[in-house]
């Protein structure tokens, strides 16, 4: 796989700045919090600019896809464990 996307930086790139996007969005931007436009865009930019360093990593032969795909899992199984959670908190209390 390490060596397929060495082959293919653009489909690379695009896996990295998703997988950016989705980190930012759900692990350093609080809930309900709106950015004013130019923060937004100055973040954006910055996330834009910091993918195409990892992708120079990635090309490098470091797992930087593989690695940010494991931190996505642990995050949805955080996620799924929050919902648990609450749903049991919730059927236990009606008993």
Not at 25 to 30: H, K
Not at 55 to 63: F, K, S, V
């Given at each position: 796989m390490q060596a397929w996307l060495?082959?293919?930086p653009l489909i690379?790139?695009?896996l990295i700045l998703g997988m950016t996007f989705y980190i930012f969005?759900?692990?350093?931007?609080?809930q309900q919090v709106r950015l004013p436009l130019l923060k937004a865009i100055f973040m954006y930019l910055t996330m834009i600019i910091g993918s195409g360093i990892l992708?120079?990593?990635?090309?490098?032969?470091?797992?930087i896809?593989?690695?940010?795909?494991?931190?996505?899992v642990m995050m949805v199984m955080l996620r799924a464990r929050q919902i648990y959670d609450k749903w049991k908190g919730k059927s236990t209390t009606a008993e």
């Open positions: 060495s082959e293919h690379s790139y695009l969005q759900n692990v350093f931007r609080p992708l120079i990593l990635q090309l490098d032969r470091l797992p896809v593989q690695c940010m795909a494991v931190a996505i």
